[in-house]
């Protein structure tokens, strides 16, 4: 499923327009509104800011690891079926060979996606840090519902930090 375009004549030129591939997942019950209202917040905004950058976002309805191996960016929202072990050692495979994996989980959520953040040694932490504005944040950016990342000093490097907690971490 394309979500931005029907694939036409003139969406497949805008395809060709776009040098990256962004795969977003909704194969796994993912907590996410496929609406594109708001420009700024929720899926809409990921949208926009995937088009800005050069990225042509496709929802992934259906795990496809031959897709996955095409894409230069897997976004992963809050989903709520875990993956499987294959599907992990698909987006290992991915993330080995370059691609980036963006996941977005919060304390509540994170059952499903644990399997996925060990292979990085990452965890989410049970502190819930709220909405965080630009001005509370070395990044100057926006987070609705923050919580903090724990990760190996040794294999991870901190983003962005709200307060004493990493939020985003590389």
């Known amino acids: 499923c394309f979500l931005a375009f029907n694939m036409t004549r003139d969406s497949a030129e805008k395809f060709r327009r776009y040098p990256k591939l962004a795969i977003i997942d909704a194969s796994h019950f993912e907590r996410l509104s496929l609406d594109l209202g708001g420009e700024s917040d929720g899926f809409g905004g990921l949208i926009y800011s995937l088009l800005r950058n050069d990225f042509?976002?496709?929802?992934?309805?259906?795990?496809?690891?031959?897709?996955?191996?095409?894409?230069?960016?897997?976004?992963?929202?809050?989903?709520?079926?875990?993956?499987?072990?294959?599907?992990?050692?698909?987006?290992?495979?991915?993330?080995?060979?370059?691609?980036?994996?963006?996941?977005?989980?919060?304390w509540p959520d994170r059952s499903a996606v644990g399997s996925l953040l060990d292979l990085f040694s990452l965890s989410i932490g049970n502190t819930p840090l709220g909405r965080v504005t630009a001005s509370q944040n070395n990044q100057g950016i926006t987070l609705h519902n923050a919580w903090p990342v724990i990760y190996d000093q040794k294999v991870g490097t901190p983003l962005c930090n709200v307060w004493e907690y990493s939020v985003i971490v590389y």
């Not at 809050?78 to 290992?92: G, L």
């Open 56 to 106: 042509f976002p496709i929802v992934m309805r259906d795990f496809n690891s031959k897709r996955i191996g095409s894409a230069q960016l897997l976004v992963v929202i809050a989903p709520a079926k875990s993956f499987s072990r294959e599907e992990i050692e698909s987006i290992e495979a991915f993330v080995r060979r370059g691609g980036q994996l963006i996941v977005t989980v919060g």
